[in-house]
């Protein structure tokens, strides 16, 4: 039996949680705290309840929100200069996956100097990080529980991914009231990362009983509750639930660890200007069918947790009945169906597939993989 | 919606993860540890194999292994001038509940001086502990996930609940190898102390979607594998599960606390010198059935996690026939039936139900009770 390791921050969930944060950093000691986040958090106010927060538990601070999409190595050596300018020593991430891995890279450059590309990889990271409370708005990433931060290399073009357990942040807020002002696309997009989440971390190759249950009930709760959540910004019920399903799927890839969707989309990511969520929705049920042979058990266990009735079905039957599940989802709600929809470049496809083979997230995908799989995976998607 | 909160220190699982406890002090900063454990596990060789990792990390050592069964103020005072004499930084607890929970007290005393019955109750420490390391060996108490000590006072003759985020450990190290050496009655007492704790979480107050996932796992796992695990010191799949389960069980109830069979079996506990887990698992069928009203849905979900086939039935025919499972299962693996059998005298019993009725567990308990009502389980059950 091998050794499992397990982490995870510790967690504040429910609606208002955010007036929480302030009083969070309190008690982990900070006096002067540095806000990462991006100009569509500031634009949906709630930068402005973070910093009344803030001011209410008398604290000093700083905000910085120069963060964009698959966030670059320029914005995190930028936000480290002024979090040392302005004498921090917390930091607070509210907004999406991009504004979080921006406050754990910030966090790790104030700690231990040098360029972020330093710390690519697995355990780089040698001294302790500043207090991190983080306060995820998009149910999507995870970020806020994992141990990962993903980097975009502008020069190299590809996104470095760091991986520490000083990244799992020291308090993570959840609110699902943060979700009632996303639009449809985004719901839509964050959603399906979350089910690639739950999937991927479910098949993986260090999945461990502790993870299993995580992303079981991460799954099952994105069947029941991404396509209302994508109907209605107000329905509550669904975005509680959705909170809670992007949680638990982040509290179980930041263990197992992810796959070739994680690794691919990386590569894509890492080059042209598209949502992680959008491209992770097109590669999944491609990845699915080729992962399937790996573990048809685990295979025909998503399908139950999809609430697919799987009695008298063969494991393969059922893990092909969980692919089309996914395919349907994504046509339900709108999501992008082919890469080639969102001005991806065929002619990358070779460069690509070698970007994700060296990714680290593929490194737990349960079904080996060559240069030339990913590559046939690539233009199924296309 | 309430605000939920959830915090677990994080995890080493796994067969010889025990050697990891001297490199795991070393990572927490630790340089001189005191090791606080019990004569039984000095005996089974563990405490062995902890002082041998120790000596491995290069780190200096001091044992300590005065605990006795339900522990005793005076082992915590005792312990905590030990710690201060020979100039500690951090502590290990290796062994069942009582040799974690002392550890945990000693911690509190060192950091924050004075008298450990100062901080009975919720939230009373106010200065950081040091480093935590916390060894189980009896698939039971889950101790080392917990954010509670239970100590108790000599003097008053009862059990004391001492709750804090800060008694959460900072590593616990789970190794299901050390159950191989625990005899039968202790491993069906310690088991029916997990069953104890999911299903008490699962139904409590102040349970979660969070605290849920674990609960369930837990009771489906003891109703697996805890008949195994008694009927064979060395089957490694049962003690394996059985580890998990405890472990499951632990995260759920220190996030969702507990009930009624708690706050009576540690009023029982306070005054005899009997197994916690023996008087848990007379109490726990009977304090079932009177719980049963108050969430007859969630009874019939703990029916079907223990495997029974609950279709066609209502919640409550559902939920009853959960109870006698427990009932069989007890039998089963050869447990107590009745209190009478453990020499408790029944005089005590108004005394009892009073130190009951002012427990910290029983402000969870899902149905109002009052001390005729703990009274009248505690004749049932006698």
Redesign the interface.
């Known amino acids: 039996?091998?050794?499992?390791?397990?982490?995870?921050p510790?967690?504040?969930?429910?609606?208002?949680?955010i007036h929480?944060v302030g009083e969070s950093c309190l008690r982990l000691g900070a006096t002067n705290v540095f806000i990462v986040s991006d100009p569509g958090v500031m634009e949906a106010g709630w930068l402005e309840v973070v910093i009344k927060s803030c001011k209410q538990a008398g604290l000093k601070y700083s905000t910085f929100y120069d963060v964009t999409v698959n966030p670059k190595d320029k914005e995190v050596e930028n936000g480290a200069a002024m979090y040392i300018d302005n004498e921090c020593d917390a930091i607070i991430g509210i907004g999406g996956g991009s504004s979080i891995d921006v406050a754990k890279a910030i966090a790790i450059l104030v700690a231990n100097g040098g360029h972020i590309h330093d710390y690519e990889g697995v355990d780089k990271i040698q001294k302790p990080l500043p207090p991190q409370v983080m306060v995820p708005t998009t149910a999507g990433s995870g970020s806020e529980v994992s141990q990962f931060s993903i980097i975009l290399d502008t020069k190299g073009q590809k996104k470095m991914t760091i991986v520490s357990?000083s990244l799992v942040p020291d308090i993570a807020i959840v609110d699902?009231e943060t979700l009632t002002t996303k639009n449809a696309h985004l719901t839509a997009s964050t959603g399906l990362d979350v089910l690639s989440h739950g999937i991927e971390a479910y098949v993986s190759l260090a999945s461990?009983?502790?993870t299993d249950?995580?992303a079981?009930?991460a799954i099952t709760l994105v069947a029941q509750y991404l396509r209302p959540s994508v109907a209605s910004k107000l329905n509550m019920e669904a975005k509680?639930n959705m909170a809670?399903a992007s949680?638990?799927a982040g509290l179980s890839f930041s263990n197992a660890i992810l796959g070739a969707v994680h690794a691919m989309s990386h590569a894509i990511g890492g080059r042209f200007p598209v949502h992680h969520g959008d491209v992770n929705s097109v590669l999944l049920p491609h990845v699915m069918e080729y992962n399937l042979i790996a573990n048809p058990k685990k295979f025909a266990d998503i399908a139950s947790f999809l609430g697919i009735d799987t009695r008298g079905l063969t494991y393969m039957e059922a893990g092909k009945k969980a692919i089309d599940y996914v395919k349907e989802l994504a046509i339900d709600i709108g999501a992008p169906q082919k890469l080639s929809e969102m001005g991806i470049e065929k002619e990358t496809i070779q460069e690509m597939s070698q970007i994700a083979l060296n990714d680290a997230c593929m490194i737990t995908n349960p079904r080996d993989i060559t240069i030339e799989d990913i590559e046939e995976l690539f233009r199924k998607a296309w």
């Not at 510790?10 to 949680?17: L, R, T």
């Open positions: 039996m091998m050794i499992h390791k397990f982490v995870m510790e967690v504040i969930f429910g609606n208002h949680s929480q357990k699902p461990t009983p502790l249950v995580q079981k009930n509680t809670m949680l638990q």
